[in-house]
């Protein structure tokens, strides 16, 4: 597969880790009343759809950011490759 | 009652003889192609090994015939027909070691119980070792087998390379100082382990749909009473899902997320050659494992791809780190061509381990999670699952295999590499 890096265009995705589904970067509030449910839901358990699926890719081999790839886990066909730090922005988080 | 093979009789080396005087006129399909009924006791979606098999341990162990299973495809067009056929029970943790060794001790007697030749053959298993570290682990690996009735044997690397020459045991980076042997280990024949246990459970009376795909379940208050199909709705007093490398798919239709990911294992064959590898042997030091068929082809494999994927086939970065964990154990495949290489879709849980138990919905069951482990799992996941579908209680083995272990902080992690479920 080819990630096309939004900072350094089309790698190989062998120098690429693979960390999972998205929704990692939505850590939950430690101090919520619910926390340790939510942190139950938050490490292990997956949507894991067949089709599109967002997911979390860190370029070890390369310039050490985390992308966020949209890719399809029927076809492997990628649509969309963002920063990992610019999606975590736009759903809010400041750093 | 059964009534054994009642739809092509009973095997056996008499009546193959018969046949071939007889034209083999007198061979008649293995089971039958019912048209579903309207309701049964109990509905399996699922009819791989596991599914397939806990139809037959139902129907023969609990007395419960009133069972569908259904499979989207054909049967054993899954998982059951695309690994490398490799069964042991070489396990450390007291979650998993029980349930295993049962499963193995199945293995030994499987073809009996389902008059089916499943060329169960225990040529044994080697784990290499190539460090001091690995021996002391492996070596507390080998008492726990023991411990739980499994049979182990530490080898000396003198005793590795009179079974295995081939070896490249003087490799600087990866010498091979002995191994840990597990002789009950070995193959089968996969497609006949599908084969023998649907035939079986057929004789038995229980109906396998083929071609018939769950597409809903009907829930209700909390209670399944039955399975949406692409042949209409099933209704069932129980369901039980064992459908692994597409739980989180059948789930979600539950409206359950699970703690597992699918992922594409590739496997590989060589052309087919003489003789020359006894066993089973896995390499220590990098992740590859190899055996070889009855028809001589080398079946090996190595790591999963690493990201989520339904799609039954990988990319090529694994396919030459594979290669080169070849390379790097025995140098002489570098001359052998490889034949045919696929993918298989995996369960892999948050632990490395599977899961044999109820949902939150009553009247719904499930097995998976099996992670690239599962096939060697087959009777033992066929048997402990209908005991928990017959009787509502986990079988002693499997006791630990529950949904609920990760939130109570119970993990079963043989790798200890945590809820990140590519490094199991």
């Known amino acids: ?95 | 009652m059964r009534v054994t093979g009642k739809n092509s009789g009973r095997y056996s080396g008499l009546r193959v003889i018969k046949e071939a005087l007889t034209g083999h006129r007198g061979w008649k399909p293995a089971w039958r192609d019912p048209e579903p009924q309207k309701e049964y006791d109990i509905i399996i979606v699922g009819g791989g090994g596991h599914g397939l098999a806990t139809a037959h341990y139902l129907a023969s162990k609990f007395n419960i015939t009133s069972v569908a299973v259904i499979e989207k495809g054909w049967i054993g067009g899954g998982n059951v027909g695309r690994n490398t056929t490799i069964i042991r029970s070489n396990y450390l943790l007291d979650g998993n070691e029980p349930f295993y060794e049962f499963s193995l001790k199945l293995w030994e007697g499987l073809e009996q119980d389902v008059n089916y030749n499943a060329m169960v053959s225990q040529r044994g298993i080697l784990n290499l070792i190539h460090t001091d570290g690995q021996r002391d682990a492996y070596r507390r690996r080998g008492n726990a087998m023991l411990l739980n009735g499994a049979d182990a044997e530490l080898l000396s690397a003198e005793q590795v390379r009179a079974e295995c020459p081939f070896l490249n045991f003087d490799n600087n980076r990866f010498p091979i100082k002995g191994g840990l042997a597990q002789r009950r280990g070995g193959t089968v024949r996969h497609d006949a382990v599908a084969w023998g246990y649907a035939r079986s459970a057929d004789s038995f009376g229980v109906d396998i749909i083929q071609n018939c795909e769950a597409t809903g379940f009907r829930i209700k208050n909390g209670k399944c009473s039955g399975v949406e199909t692409s042949k209409g709705f099933i209704g069932a007093k129980k369901v039980g899902v064992a459908v692994a490398g597409n739980s989180g798919k059948v789930m979600s239709m539950a409206g359950m997320r699970l703690p597992i990911e699918s992922h594409v294992l590739q496997a590989f064959v060589s052309e087919g050659l003489k003789p020359i590898i006894p066993g089973v042997v896995t390499f220590g030091a990098g992740h590859f494992y190899v055996s070889q068929s009855d028809k001589g082809g080398l079946v090996f494999g190595g790591d999963i791809d690493g990201y989520n994927s339904y799609a039954q086939r990988g990319n090529l970065p694994v396919v030459e780190d594979v290669c080169e964990g070849g390379m790097a154990l025995m140098p002489m495949i570098g001359r052998a061509r490889l034949l045919r290489m696929w993918g298989g879709i995996m369960d892999m849980s948050m632990d490395g381990s599977p899961i044999i138990d109820k949902t939150g919905i009553e009247g719904l069951y499930f097995n998976g999670g099996w992670c690239y482990g599962g096939f060697k799992a087959t009777p033992g996941s066929g048997w402990v699952f209908a005991h928990l579908l017959a009787n509502d209680e986990p079988h002693q083995t499997a006791t630990e295999l529950r949904f609920d272990r990760f939130q109570r902080g119970y993990m079963i992690d043989e790798k200890g590499s945590g809820a990140q479920p590519n490094l199991h």
């Open chain 1, 1 to 95: 597969m080819i990630i096309h890096h939004p900072l350094l265009g089309p790698r190989d995705s062998a120098e690429f880790t693979y960390l999972g589904d998205a929704n990692l970067i939505d850590r939950p509030d430690w101090q919520d009343k619910k926390a340790a449910d939510k942190f139950y839901e938050y490490q292990y358990l997956r949507n894991n759809p067949a089709g599109e699926h967002q997911e979390l890719w860190y370029h070890e081999a390369g310039d050490r950011s985390w992308l966020v790839v949209t890719r399809n886990t029927v076809t492997h066909e990628i649509t969309k490759v963002e920063l990992a730090r610019d999606v975590a922005r736009a759903r809010g988080r400041s750093k």
